[in-house]
């Protein structure tokens, strides 16, 4: 069982939320041909990280909103949690990136 | 061929639980007497609304008589209306049912600062009341219920018993469920198992 704290409603079950994805993903600027490549990058390419994983969650049975969750996906403990502009690897000073 | 009828009477709205719900003293009672008090409460009107313009709050708490909570998981309001905080600029109103309060806002302000949503065919009420009623909640979700954490005023948007559940806690042992009214029977049932080793009143 994972507790998310949903920066808004406090410590909830993870049942309530949604998992959304990779929250390292930033969408590209222009939707033009010449950006295939990026737009192709944004919509199917994923790392598979051993350990620590931004990702975002939906809190669907609650208020609805996004939550970013910093993850260790080996140990599945949860880090930290935040709004999705928030960056929680420089939140967590002292804790780097295992890949 | 039927002759549809139009008169008021056949427009009432209709309770979910209706067919379900049996008066009376159920489970464990004990000489004390039931621990647990159960009611449905019927038939009410529940509007969500969504606005993000400050102003148009302000106005609409002018129209309702009461404030609107910006505070997370919280309730403002009296016996009669209660408005409770769902997320970000999205709040839900609730009350007995007797005007139309949907056309009072709607006659008041235009559909592009305030967006409405009729809920209320789509949503059942319980009232849990009693010394136990907080231990049902506990058996249903995993939201921190004890009373120093959620105090009257306070409201949680939850999975209780696997089902969407909005929960209000209107006074230190009086709990509103708000659930869709298509698994009201599935709640109410699960209710009455939950509640058979307290002893539990329908009223
Ligand atoms: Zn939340």
Not at chain 2, 73 to 85: A, P
Not at chain 2, 148 to 155: R, Y
Request: aromatic content about 8%.
């Amino acid at each position: 069982m994972l507790i998310i704290n949903c920066p808004l409603c406090g410590p909830r079950d993870h049942a309530e939320f949604t998992y959304v994805g990779d929250a390292t993903k930033n969408r590209p600027e222009n939707s033009d041909n010449s950006n295939d490549n990026a737009w192709y990058d944004f919509v199917y390419l994923r790392d598979n990280p051993k350990g620590l994983h931004q990702e975002l969650w939906q809190h669907s049975f609650g208020c609805r909103c996004f939550v970013k969750v910093l993850r260790n996906t080996l140990t599945h403990e949860i880090i930290a949690t935040g709004m999705p502009k928030d960056n929680l690897i420089l939140k967590e000073k002292g804790l780097e990136l295992s890949v | 061929m039927t002759e549809v009828n139009t008169s008021k009477n056949s427009l009432r709205r209709r309770s979910g639980l209706a067919h379900v719900i049996n008066y009376g003293q159920f489970g464990n009672i004990t000489l004390s007497g039931p621990s647990l008090f159960i009611c449905e409460r019927h038939p009410l009107t529940i509007l969500q609304l969504d606005t993000n313009k400050s102003k148009t709050l302000t106005d609409l708490s002018n129209l309702l008589n009461v404030e609107f909570p910006h505070t997370t998981n919280t309730c403002k309001g009296n016996d009669e209306r209660r408005i409770l905080w769902l997320g970000p600029n999205r709040w839900l109103i609730v009350e007995p049912e007797h005007g139309c309060l949907q056309t009072l806002i709607k006659n008041e302000f235009n559909s592009s600062e305030v967006f409405l949503t009729d809920l209320s065919h789509g949503r059942s009420t319980v009232r849990l009341r009693g010394r136990k009623a907080r231990d049902i909640l506990m058996k249903g979700s995993g939201v921190d219920w004890h009373l120093n954490s959620f105090v009257t005023d306070n409201c949680a948007h939850t999975k209780l018993f696997d089902l969407a559940a909005t929960v209000d806690c209107r006074d230190i042992d009086v709990f509103d469920i708000y659930i869709a009214r298509g698994f009201a029977e599935d709640f109410w049932e699960i209710l009455q198992d939950a509640a058979a080793e307290f002893g539990y009143q329908v009223d």
